[in-house]
Structure formats: structure tokens, C-alpha cells
């Protein structure tokens, strides 16, 4: 298998992520590259925690130096599901605050309707809280496009959220001081019933009675993603990071297309198919988990004896800005050798290696930064390094 360094280098993996911006497709591809540059992180933590209250917990203290948060819901103990104030929304009130994306690692692979209710409804409704997830797409394609699909309908069933006031007062006498506001009341008496906020001014036997108290209720609409829009209950829910605004309420997906781990049987001919897949879905699929940079990448790179009709046109490679993460970062102690695995098939790799040389874009870190004796400080050691090799790529491909 050949990669793409072997070629003449894709421009993508030469323009900084502001320039990238004016290229991508996917709205959230587009704030994502914009908040990597306010934050000058290409981080993400993969937070596997066992309990809900440390993944909150280390969201809130790590979340400074990242700019994605990688999740498994399904392995937390004590998730609350309510979708208003549960951990789910807790979490998107800590994302606005820091100013980073939730990853939730679900892996989706199905039939293209069991996949749109694992992701739009279920208990986790991931697609509530999660603005990006991901798919291994043994299934096929179709479960991209279905998923696809499921995301713009949930996405316009909230276009709009409505900010609701209710005011209640006793007027004063000089209100009603003159026969004209007088009128007015009656008038508004025949419209507003008294179960609806008015107590009555005339009693059932026709005699004048007087105003106890008058509810004013009033509507306004504003888009569901305005930062005015507190989405919790919590007091301080609504504080946006600052320097850039709050990310849309687009979602994205990413394909599941290379692992790190030893053995995997994502071959050449299956990571094909997803390059394939990501092409098509342009509007939903924001890029890959993935070993190497796949942008720009033909058949014959990756799989030259698979008996394939749909090899990719120059122009349509050339036109790939897909955003690509990789797991298995981790970083020696210092004055120590960079670790080879974790015994258990994972095989780790330098920001540098994984950055500078095979051009992923954001580095997914884990047990390096979760098991350390100081987290925050680890996670701001890799934010440098792996900023650091993105800089080195950039000018070794100037």
C-alpha cells in the first residue's frame, strides 16, 4: 500500500487551517479549522473515564487545550439521559465554555434504519449533544446517507427555540384613570379569558368589579444556536468561548477508515469504500479516523488488484479537504523513548510521526493525558507538540 507522501504532496496538507477554511464543505469542518487557529490546538483527548462525574470533571480541566472531546457513552457509569440537564448537556454547556467539539466514538454499523434511530433517538439521542460521530461502514454505504438524512431532519425540526417572559403586576390606580383606559380593559377582557391571566373586572351578576392583577406573557424567536440561549438549567450554561462564536447546529460524521490497532482487517479495498462514501456525502461527512492522510488518494494507492469500476478523477481528488484525526498518540516522559504499544494491540505514535509525517490533522490522545499525575499540564504538553509538528509540515512542504 502506498500513501500519499509518496506522491506529490496534496495541498491541504500545505495550507494552514485558515486557508482550509475557504475550501470545506461542511459547515462544522469549517468552525472547527477556524477554532484551531483561536486556540492554536490540534488536540483531542479521548476521555475514557469510568464515571460521569470525572468525564465532566476532566472536560472542564482539560478543556482549554483541546479542541475536540472524544467520548464513549456507553462505557460511562452514572450517564444521566435526561436531555435538558443530563451529561449530555452538561457537556455541550462545557464545549461552549472551552470552546471544543464532542466526539462521541459510536461506531455506527447497520442497516440504514436501525442506524438513524441509534442516532437520533434511543436514550442517548447522541445526535442532541454530539456534533460529530463516526461510522465503520462494513455495512455500506447507504448508512452514511441514511444517517445523513436523519441529522438535516433533526436539524430542522429546530430551527428555532421560543424565549418566553411573563410578567405579573397589580396596576395602579391612575392607570385607569379615565374612561378611554377603562374601555380598554373591557376590550382586552372579551379577548383574554380569565383562566388565561386576567382576574375578572365584571362579576357574572353584571356589576363592576375591580382589577386584581394583569399577566403579560411575551414570545420572541431567535435561532436555537444563539449564545443567548441558555441550554441548561444551570446558572453559566450559556458562556461562550471567547474569540469565536458558538459552533452551528450542523452535525457531522467521520468514517471510521483506518485503525492503529495490531491486525486490523481495514484493508486497502475497504478503505476505498469509505473514501468513496466521504465523496458522495460531502454535506455530512466532515473526514476520517484514519492512519494517513487520505485526501487526494486514488484506488491505486490504496487497493491496485481490487476490481473496482469507480477510480476517482484527478479533479475529484484534488478537490478532497476532508479533516482527518488518529489515535494512538502518546509522547515519552521526557529523556525516555517513545513507547511501541500498551500489550494489547495498540501501537502508539509520536504527534510528530502522526502530524508532520503522515498528515493526519488532529492528534486523539488518551491514557497519556488522562493517567497523568497532572493532567491539564500533560494535555498542554501535547497541544504544543502536536501544534508544533503541524508547523513543521507546513514549512518542510513550502
Known sequence: ??????????????????????????PLTSYLFRLMEVKQSNLCLSADVEHARDLLALADKVGPSIV?????????????????????????????KHGFLIFEDRKFVDIGSTVQKQYTAGTACIVEWAHITNADIHAGEAMVSAMAQAAQKWRERVPYEVKTSVSVGTPVADQFADEEAEDQVDELRKIVPRENGISSAKDTDGRKGSIVSITTVTQTYEPADSPRLAKTMSVGDEAVFPGIEEAPLDRGLLILAQMSSKGCLMDGKY???????ARKNKDFVMGYVAQQNLNGITK????????DDESATEEEAQADNFIHMTPGCKLPPPGEEAPQGDGLG???????????????????VGRGI??????????????RKAWKAYQDRRERLA
Open 271 to 277: 478503505t476505498w469504500e469509505c473514501v468513496k462514501a
Open 300 to 307: 491505486e494507492d490504496l487497493a491496485p488488484t481490487y476490481e
Open 1 to 26: 500500500m502506498s500513501t500519499t507522501q509518496e506522491k506529490q504532496p496534496h495541498w491541504s496538507l500545505k495550507q494552514s487551517f485558515a486557508e482550509r477554511v475557504e475550501s470545506s464543505s461542511h
Open 370 to 383: 488522562i493517567t497523568a499525575a497532572d493532567p491539564p499540564a500533560e494535555a498542554e504538553r501535547y497541544r
Open 346 to 364: 495498540q501501537q502508539y505514535n509520536t504527534p510528530d510521526n502522526l502530524v508532520n509525517i503522515k498528515g493526519t490533522d488532529i492528534a486523539i
Open 68 to 96: 475536540v472531546l472524544k467520548t464513549h457513552y456507553d462505557l460511562i457509569t452514572g450517564w444521566d439521559y435526561h436531555p435538558h440537564t443530563g451529561t449530555g448537556a452538561q457537556l455541550a454547556a462545557l464545549a461552549r
